[in-house]
Structures are given as structure tokens and as C-alpha cells.
């Protein structure tokens, strides 16, 4: 099996039909980065999708928060107002002690994020799982695997030019979506760490990613494909990479938007 039917099997795109009286194949050849063939070859270039700028994102996390539906409990001691002005060192203690939502009480530690700090590129999760909460860190797991390799498809490394950071900072209890309240209530500190980094590109894996950024409910297929806006961040949209370790059928829209991506940083 030669190198592009190893990628074009990967992706589920192999045999490629080629009409008999055509030369060229259909399927358009796929440059698969280098790097990602020697580790796996999980995803191929695909065409590209029409970038529209969408401007009707809720500009305040109070305005998002009301689309989104998310209310806090006026009870609950919401760190927003106490976030803002900190600097990293203090941002990492006050999320470590932190036991303003109810995720605390069940996990063994938080996971700030990691990366480098002055990362252009930011990759936003939803939240840990079993692995990051023993580890102590973002993406680790079985999904952090396919996401090193999403990044080496685009020629990234996870440290280098690049932060990974979740929703919520703590581990849901097996592994169930975080709800709005802890998302309401650990939000803030993500927008601190956004503020902080200041990256030039967002990309939010996954629905609970997206929705919580952008404030407002869709599916992440109307998401897709649209470079959206976080606080005059451009904001995109891809498939978390635990659904697609579930659905490998959607890798090539996966690298549809890493495409996509690369084009935005690239201006
Ligand atoms: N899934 C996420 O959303 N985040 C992680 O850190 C790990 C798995």
C-alpha cells in the first residue's frame, strides 16, 4: 500500500472511482503533511470551505451567558468579577482553589490548560476526562492523541505556538457534558486566559466549546465553515476529537477545517 492510499484509507475515502475515459482521478491528491504520515496518518487535505464572517455573536459573557441560557445562581459564588485583573501566576492559584461549582467536590484536581502563553493558536476543549484529571492536564487521553495529530497535520506542536485550554477547569462526573451553571461559572476564567495569551485564532472543539464561546445554541455543522467572531478573535469551529475517534467518517471535514484554519493565519 503506497503512502496515499495509506492516508485516503485512513480518512475512509479510499477506492477512488475514476471515470474511465478521465486521466486525471477524482479524488483530488492528497498532500499529507510528512509529519503526520510518520506518526498516523489520520487526516488528508480536502477543499477548502467558503470562509463568511458571522458578526451576531453576543459581545458581553453576560449577553452570552442569556442566549446560551446559562443563569448563574446569585448564590454561587461566581469568580467573574474576581478574575479580570489577574495575571497568569494568580489566575493558576485561584483556579486551583477554586470550589465555586459543584465539579470540585468530585474530581481529583483541575487542569488550568497548558501551552505556551503567548500562543497564536488556541484549541478550546470542553473539558477533562479520566486521564487529564489523574494527569493534570488538557488532552492527554485517547482524544489528545488524535489532536496531537490534527496539529501535526498543520505542521503545530502542542507547547509550540499553540495553548490548549477546556471550558471547565474540573472533571464532570463520568464523563457527562458539563452543565450550564458550571459552565456560567467557570467561563470566566478561560476568558482571563484568553485575554492573557491574546491569540490570533480560536478554535473550539466541539459543540459545548462553541456554544459557550459564542453564546448562542446551533448544531456544530451549521457552525462550521464560518469564521466567527470572539472578541474580535476570529473563532473557528471543528469536531471535538473524542466524536471523531467515534466517527472517523467526519475526519475529512475535520481537515476541511484545519484547512480553513491555516488559510485564516495565513491572512
Ligand atoms: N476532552 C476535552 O474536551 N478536554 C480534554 O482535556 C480531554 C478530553
Not at 485550554?165 to 464532570?172: H, L, S, T
Request: aromatic letters at 4%.
Amino acid at each position: 500500500m503506497d503512502r496515499n492510499e495509506a492516508v485516503l484509507r485512513e480518512l475512509n475515502l479510499y477506492p477512488q472511482w475514476v471515470r474511465r475515459n478521465q486521466i486525471a482521478p477524482v479524488v483530488a491528491e492528497p498532500h499529507a503533511p510528512e509529519e503526520l504520515l510518520a506518526v498516523r496518518p489520520e487526516l488528508v487535505e480536502g477543499h477548502g470551505a467558503p470562509i463568511t464572517v458571522d458578526s451576531r455573536q453576543a459581545s458581553t459573557s453576560s449577553a452570552r451567558a442569556e442566549i446560551n441560557n446559562i443563569h448563574t445562581d446569585p448564590s454561587v459564588a461566581t469568580p467573574a468579577s474576581q478574575v479580570d485583573k489577574l495575571d497568569w501566576p494568580e489566575l493558576k492559584q485561584q483556579v486551583r482553589d477554586c470550589t465555586a461549582c459543584k465539579l470540585r467536590a468530585g474530581c481529583t484536581q483541575t487542569v488550568f490548560g497548558a501551552g505556551d502563553e503567548q500562543a497564536e493558536w488556541l484549541f478550546v476543549g470542553e473539558g477533562p476526562g479520566a486521564d487529564e484529571d489523574a494527569r493534570g492536564e488538557p488532552f492527554v487521553g485517547q482524544a489528545g492523541k488524535l489532536l496531537d495529530n490534527m496539529l501535526l497535520a498543520i505542521k503545530l506542536r502542542r507547547g509550540k505556538n499553540v495553548y490548549i485550554a477546556n471550558i471547565v477547569k474540573c472533571r464532570p462526573p463520568n464523563n457527562r457534558n458539563p452543565e450550564a451553571d458550571e459552565i456560567a461559572t467557570c467561563l470566566s476564567y478561560l476568558q482571563r486566559q484568553i485575554e492573557l495569551i491574546k491569540p490570533k485564532l480560536i478554535i473550539a472543539l466541539g459543540k459545548t466549546a462553541a456554544t459557550a464561546l459564542l453564546g448562542r445554541d446551533a448544531t456544530l455543522g451549521s457552525l462550521r465553515g464560518t469564521l466567527h467572531d470572539y472578541r474580535g478573535i476570529p473563532l473557528l469551529v471543528t469536531y471535538h476529537p473524542a466524536y471523531l475517534l467515534r466517527s472517523p467518517m467526519e475526519k475529512a471535514k475535520a481537515w476541511q477545517d484545519l484547512c480553513l484554519a491555516v488559510n485564516t493565519m495565513a491572512g
